[in-house]
């Protein structure tokens, strides 16, 4: 405060007082933010008494980044608070939405590895509207289905459209970027017109039940809405896991259908309950799949058949309105099923609809991919139907199988232990498997093993578990395994719903691990006479289990070849289990 008693500050004390610099606060002043109440005789500016709390007020506008016209508005009482509060918050979601938008293309950009000339293509995508956005998919479906008659199907993929909502996120404007991305290419075409095709040629009799053009979708089909299990329907596409039948395909029940009197009605049943019954069916494959999986049950062992044969005849009646229907377990409706599986399995569809999902905000479906791939092993196995030999479970003393386990890893380690990093590129008895691979392998079973003992099944089969060090990987995941084994009391319990001893499930790991030594041995050029002492037991195990399985191309097993006179246990096991052992 001036000295003169005037109450008046000049622009330096009026600065220390509130910590706004004096450029700023003569800035401010110059802009009608902050008028001086007089000046000295020299031209210097005086602020009054009510100066600092007018500079706290202009201070916050400016940081919650309001203009100074718009200030100045609020400072003369042309405008409240309130008023210019809301248009600047207005203001700034726009702005943030602009913010997001740069974002997502600049991660879309680092994530694609994208040219320089993409940036402009990619920019002009994200701000397209939501007509903008339905034609470039309306063009892509009806270009990727040109000449296949399959209405249903076609009016299924152009109802789910990409709909961003209005304030999106980054993740959604990703998805979008993504999406129109995957519609040029030739990979996503090719496998929706021959999804398309299928359709066509396996629904000839599903217009039978209904009027030509009329069909009796739900309206959520008939919308674009995602079914229960988080993926918007393909109709036409045969029912699978995780989609409903298509609009105007026919429905599936979760039983036959109950006799009708054609005399008085003529209404077809109820398809919101046959589209529940596909869904259900859908659901079993994957729980019961993901319990296999959990379980340790190989798809082509003979404790497979069960499971199979319950989700066969849940999945058969959903199949009445089809073109010559299967109507019992057997090789035709085997077929069919893993036709079906194969069919609704293509990697690319599956990522489409998830983008679809993403940008629309709905949740994504469940992931397919572990009950999915054990299913269609096990139907590749056991192309026919045949009775469970539960003998196949018995005979395994739980000691004796820890001992084996010991006794033929101490034997796999030390081939481990030599293998010389040149020796990892080499080829094996494993069609299609190097050193690397078959080490990688082993040392998974290990791990899946473990996982399973400790009640938390694994699901990074593809990962990589070997890293840098194979000797060391190796080593670890048996001591791992063993104190699992020990610790959980694995070797004295059972799982999954058909109640498999846990002890043959290590049992399947010793045989496994034999087997793959041998593999090792043999391509390394080492002795393949592995644990002289638990190999008799090991392949007799080998018989017990998957004796019945059949040696199919879907088979972890070649057919058995002939060992040489007088062969060791374990070569007689790789010839048991397809290997050529001379």
């Not at 000295?40 to 709390?53: C, E, V």
């Not at 398309?196 to 053009?213: L, M, N, Q």
């Not at 029912?239 to 077809?268: I, K, L």
């Not at 004796?547 to 062969?567: K, L, Y």
Request: net charge negative.
């Amino acid at each position: 405060m001036n000295e003169d008693g005037t109450g008046l500050l000049t622009i330096g004390e009026l600065a220390r007082l509130t910590g706004v610099p004096v450029k700023t606060i003569r800035g401010w002043s110059d802009r009608d933010l902050l008028p001086p109440a007089a000046r000295t005789p020299a031209g210097y500016r005086l602020y009054g008494p009510d100066a600092p709390a007018r500079l706290e007020i202009v201070r916050s506008l400016r940081e919650l980044g309001i203009g100074l016209a718009a200030i100045r508005s609020v400072l003369h009482r042309t405008c409240t608070v309130a008023e210019t509060a809301a248009q600047w918050a207005d203001a700034l979601d726009a702005q943030i939405r602009t913010l997001r938008l740069r974002s997502a293309v600049l991660r879309s950009v680092a994530a694609r590895g994208s040219a320089a000339e993409e940036l402009p293509y990619m920019t002009e995508l994200a701000r397209l509207s939501a007509r903008e956005r339905r034609l470039i998919i309306t063009d892509f479906v009806e270009d990727a289905l040109d000449g296949v008659d399959a209405p249903a199907y076609r009016s299924g993929l152009l109802a789910a459209t990409p709909d961003l909502p209005d304030d999106p996120t980054p993740e959604q404007i990703g998805a979008w970027l993504e999406l129109a991305a995957l519609v040029r290419e030739p990979e996503l075409r090719t496998a929706l017109r021959w999804l398309a095709e299928y359709s066509a040629r396996t629904a000839g009799a599903a217009g039978e039940s209904h009027a030509p053009g009329e069909t009796h979708a739900p309206e959520e089909s008939q919308t674009g809405e995602p079914d229960a299990m988080g993926e918007p329907p393909a109709p036409g596409k045969p029912p699978a896991p995780g989609e409903p039948p298509a609009p105007g395909a026919p429905h599936a029940t979760s039983e036959p259908p109950a006799p009708r009197d054609t005399r008085t009605s003529t209404r077809p049943p109820d398809p919101s309950a046959q589209e529940q019954a596909v869904i259900r069916v859908a659901e079993l494959m994957r729980v019961r799949g993901e319990a296999a999986v959990a379980a340790g049950i190989a798809p082509d062992s003979p404790a497979a058949e069960p499971v199979l044969a319950e989700l066969v005849a849940a999945w058969l009646p959903t199949q009445t309105g089809t073109a010559d229907p299967p109507t019992e377990d057997g090789p035709a409706a085997r077929a069919r099923l893993l036709e079906q599986l194969e069919t609704a399995a293509e990697p690319v569809v599956e990522r489409y609809w998830q983008l679809l999902c993403t940008v629309t905000g709905r949740p994504a479906p469940p992931r397919w991919d572990t009950a999915g791939t054990w299913t269609t092993a096990a139907l590749r196995a056991h192309p026919r139907p045949y009775e469970l030999d539960r003998s196949a479970f018995d005979g395994t003393d739980p000691e004796q199988v820890l001992r084996a386990y010991e006794a033929v890893t101490r034997d796999v380690a030390a081939l481990v232990a030599a293998v010389r990093p040149t020796d990892l590129a080499l080829p094996t008895p494993c069609a299609g498997w190097t050193v690397r691979q078959l080490l990688d392998h082993m040392v998974w079973e290990n791990l899946m093993a473990t996982s399973i003992a400790e009640g938390a099944p694994r699901a990074d089969h593809a990962a990589d578990h070997l890293g840098d060090d194979h000797r060391t990987a190796f080593a670890d995941s048996v001591r791992a395994a063993r104190t699992a084994f020990t610790g959980s009391g694995m070797l004295h319990r059972t799982y999954g719903p058909y109640e498999a001893p846990g002890a043959m499930i290590v049992q399947q790991v010793v045989v496994e691990l034999l087997a793959h030594g041998w593999d090792l041995a043999r391509a390394t050029g080492a002795p393949t006479g592995l644990a002289p002492e638990a190999a008799e037991e090991t392949l007799a195990a080998a018989r017990r289990i998957y004796g019945a399985a059949p040696r199919t191309a879907g088979s972890s097993f070649a057919p058995e070849r002939p060992a040489p006179p007088g062969a060791g246990a374990t070569d007689r096991l790789a010839a048991f289990l397809g290997r050529d052992p001379a």
